[in-house]
């Protein structure tokens, strides 16, 4: 789970990305999306008002620069790479240290499938685009790719640098708007998590920058120092990570981040001017450097995360002095472990997570509105919501959003996805249980029924729910496999179509799933409820053959879907040819005489009768006879 407490994501603003500080000199977040206007790479990037760099200058762009000259196409895309690579490589230890504000282990996951995807969308993109263009890519591939609060937070980190790199702002002042971009989305942060790690990197970079003769570099490797240092003190600033001995998790995943950042960007030793004279002659670019130039450095993160002393802090936080060091302001910062105004139990058990797009141009909200009302009605059914996304990545595209929510009313939350379906395009919702136990096999199921789709959950699937008119696709589900950083068991139509998507879904990255997946065919929400059994019975015994138990109940399985009128002669029907146990899921408004009728006729026939609503409306019937 991820680090910021509770994380209610405020979305008053939230489709607008902050404006860059006062002086900053750069344009609207309103104004025209530009690339760089000179492919000359000594001019390109370059703040309005200062002449073109001589040769020598143009090897390592100063403190003013805008961030489209530190960061060339080829140090974006090195950068979604190694970011990747980075948390993929870290993700167990990263996992291992999530303990805030729930301890379900998987924020090192999420990040990785966060910043996975968006190198991913990168990677896809043909040679010739610019750096905004591609930092727009990675920022919308890992929007729609987030898992998790600390995914989702990146995510937005990554969208308000992208943004701020649009509109021509500096690397330092860029940091800064990616900081408060993902922090103003937060109602109730709390102290020493991703978002203080993002604060100090961004304070550090403009005091770096403020400095006379600085180099971009000089402001880069402040940002990592400083999230470096915001990470090492979280263990004495979060009561739990206090009592833990650990590094905040999602401040961890940062750092790792930015020091990919650092080690895309190309060190470059100036040549001497007789040899620049001869690389110009010889029609070289003065930014190109030969391979001796460059040092290559590894991305590391440089902490301990674990063996900390356990510290005895007030449930209230500890220290404020980094904050205080930085100019950065931790009044309103809340370390408590429950937001304010939402009851955190364990019966908060469910996250929650959709994509909403919208066309682009879609004029029946004003700006920012479609973050709030859709905040609210998330509100309304749970806590730690979070919306993120907006229209301003790209504005000829369709506008998206991701939404994450948790609660105990997996009913009402999928009704908010009904609704905002009739307002857009809502993709398959991802549920899973917070409480699951760690396994070294995921299960991913696709459902229709809400109550089925619980159950699933609290069985430990991952379970996709469809929102008409948008069905689960195969790739759908081969994401959600990949996702999990484990091996997968995939139930669901189609296991072909999911066996092939995956396969090519991982030859798009080494490093995209550490086990095979395994689909099965499950095509109806039955064989779904059958599932459900199977999950229970080998989640007693650890060393149990899931992926077996599984296969072996879905193989004996004979199916029906009728409706209530016609349910008992169905039923009546399927056991002809025996059975041992019936499995009948209905509709909500079948009536109970009807189920009573259906459980009946299973105990005549010597079988047990398990019964299961839908949690939808309506009087079908679907039927399920094993052995």
């Known amino acids: 789970m991820e680090e910021v407490l509770g994380a209610q994501l405020t979305l008053g603003n939230h489709d607008r990305i902050p404006d860059a500080p006062t002086g900053s000199n750069v344009g609207s977040i309103t104004g025209p999306f530009v690339e ?6 000594g001019w390109q990037g370059y703040r309005g008002g ?5 040769t020598e200058e143009a090897w390592v762009p100063d403190a003013d620069a805008r961030v489209t000259a530190v960061m060339d196409a ?11 690579g980075a948390l993929g490589r870290d993700r167990a230890a990263i996992d291992q240290v999530n303990v805030f504000p729930v301890a379900d282990g998987d924020t090192g996951t999420n990040m990785h499938v966060t910043a996975r995807e968006g190198a991913r969308a990168v990677a896809a993109v043909p040679d010739g685009a610019g750096p905004a263009a591609l930092l727009r890519v990675l920022a919308r591939g890992a929007l729609l790719g987030a898992r998790g609060n600390s995914g989702v937070i990146l995510s937005e980190w990554l969208r308000g640098l992208a943004v701020a790199a649009t509109r021509g702002d500096t690397l330092a002042h860029a940091l800064d708007v990616a900081a408060r971009s993902a922090r103003g989305a937060v109602a109730h942060p709390a102290h020493g998590t991703i978002l203080t790690a993002a604060d100090v990197a961004a304070a550090a970079a403009l005091d770096a920058a403020a400095r006379p003769g600085a180099s971009a570099d000089d402001v880069l490797e402040a940002a990592v120092r400083g999230a470096r240092s915001a990470a090492a003190s979280s263990v004495s600033t979060l009561a739990p990570l206090a009592r833990a001995g650990v590094l905040d998790a999602g401040a961890c995943g940062l750092v790792l981040v930015l020091d990919a950042l650092r080690v895309a960007r190309p060190r470059v030793t100036p040549p001497t001017p007789s040899a620049a004279v001869a690389a110009g002659a010889a029609g070289a670019g003065v930014s190109v450097a030969t391979a001796t130039m460059l040092t290559v450095t590894p991305v590391t993160l440089g902490l301990d995360m674990t063996g900390h002393d356990a ?10 002095g980094l904050d205080a060091a930085h100019g950065l302001d931790a009044e309103h910062e809340h370390a408590d472990e429950h937001e304010p105004g939402h009851e955190h ?7 929650v997570m959709f994509v909403l797009r919208r066309p682009a141009g879609a004029r029946d909200f004003p700006d920012g509105a479609v973050a709030d009302a859709l905040r609210a009605d998330l509100a309304a059914v ?15 595209e369709d506008s998206a959003w991701q939404a994450h929510v948790h609660t105990a009313d997996l009913a009402g939350a ?5 609704r905002w379906a009739g307002r857009g395009r809502v993709e398959p919702a991802h549920v899973r249980h917070l409480a699951a136990p760690d396994s070294e096999l995921t299960v991913v199921v696709a459902t229709t029924a809400p109550a089925l789709a619980a159950e699933l959950a609290r069985a430990g699937a991952v379970v996709l ?11 759908d589900l081969a994401l959600a496999a990949l996702g999990s950083g484990r091996a997968a068991l995939v139930l669901g139509p189609a296991a072909d179509a999911v066996r092939a998507a995956a396969r090519r879904l991982a030859g798009e990255h080494e490093d995209a799933v550490p086990g095979e997946v395994i689909a099965i065919d499950a095509p109806t929400d039955v064989h779904a409820a059958v599932v459900v059994a199977a999950l229970a019975a080998a989640g007693d015994d650890p060393a149990a053959d899931v992926a077996g138990a599984v296969r072996a109940a879905l193989n004996g399985l004979r199916a029906s879907a009728t409706d209530a009128a016609d349910a008992v002669g169905a039923l009546r029907g399927l056991l002809d040819g025996g059975g041992d146990v019936v499995t009948v899921l209905a509709d909500d408004d079948v009536p109970d005489a009807v189920a009573a009728g259906l459980d009946a006729l299973a105990e005549q026939a010597g079988a047990e009768c398990v019964l299961l609503r839908t949690g939808r409306a309506g009087t079908g019937v679907a039927l399920g006879v094993e052995g």
């Open 36 to 41: 760089d206007p000179s492919g000359a790479p």
């Open 50 to 54: 200062h002449p073109a760099p001589t």
């Open 74 to 84: 080829a140090v974006v895309r090195a950068w979604a790479r190694l970011a990747a």
């Open 311 to 320: 510290i005895a802090l007030p449930d209230g936080g500890g220290h404020r």
């Open 345 to 351: 139990s364990d019966a908060d058990e469910l996250e």
């Open 382 to 396: 749970g806590g730690s919501v979070v919306v993120v996304g907006g229209a301003d990545l790209a504005p000829d």
């Open 414 to 418: 999928l009704a908010v996805t009904r």
């Open 465 to 475: 729910v469809p929102v008409p008119p948008v069905g689960v696709a195969a790739r």
